[in-house]
């Protein structure tokens, strides 16, 4: 299936704003490598830009975390979690209208995905003399 012009057009924006090349073909999920994390882009559900990142499986949030992330909020864009039903994996996802996915509003996006994976991150790590290690050894901060 051939993603939609709006599609085409939001992948266009994100990497104008990424100062990336642009894509010869935009795919129906397109994925970017940030900050050492992969971050999907779909279409999902029809008129809708959908912006995901998988966590490792050793991931596991508390109650607390859990249910502080998916509190509401004024943020239209606020990532949620959720756990895919086939993998069992932990998925920190959030939702926009794409017929208003302009490069502000995507860098918002964006930006909220990363930070929040920051967050989540920084929540489950221990430190030890000043050097933070996260349970799931995926980063280390010095």
Do not use: C
């Not at 050793?58 to 975390?65: G, L």
């Not at 509401?72 to 926009?96: C, H, I, M, N, Y």
Request: proline content about 4%.
């Amino acid at each position: 299936m051939q993603p939609n012009k709006e599609f085409v057009s939001a992948i266009e924006n994100l990497h104008l704003l990424l100062s990336i090349n642009q894509p010869l073909k935009v795919d129906e999920v397109v994925s970017f490598l940030l900050d050492g994390q992969e971050i999907n882009i779909t279409e999902y559900p029809v008129g809708k830009l959908l912006m995901f990142a998988n966590l490792p499986k050793e991931f596991s949030p508390t109650a607390e975390v859990f249910s502080q992330q998916n509190m509401f909020s004024q943020s239209a864009t606020k990532p949620v979690l959720g756990k895919d039903e086939k993998t069992q994996s932990w998925v920190l996802w959030s939702r926009s209208d794409i017929n208003h996915a302009d490069a502000i509003s995507l860098e918002e996006q964006l930006t909220s995905i990363i930070e929040t994976l920051d967050q989540i991150w920084l929540k489950e790590s221990t430190t030890f003399d000043g050097i933070q290690i996260s349970d799931s050894d995926k980063y280390l901060i010095v």
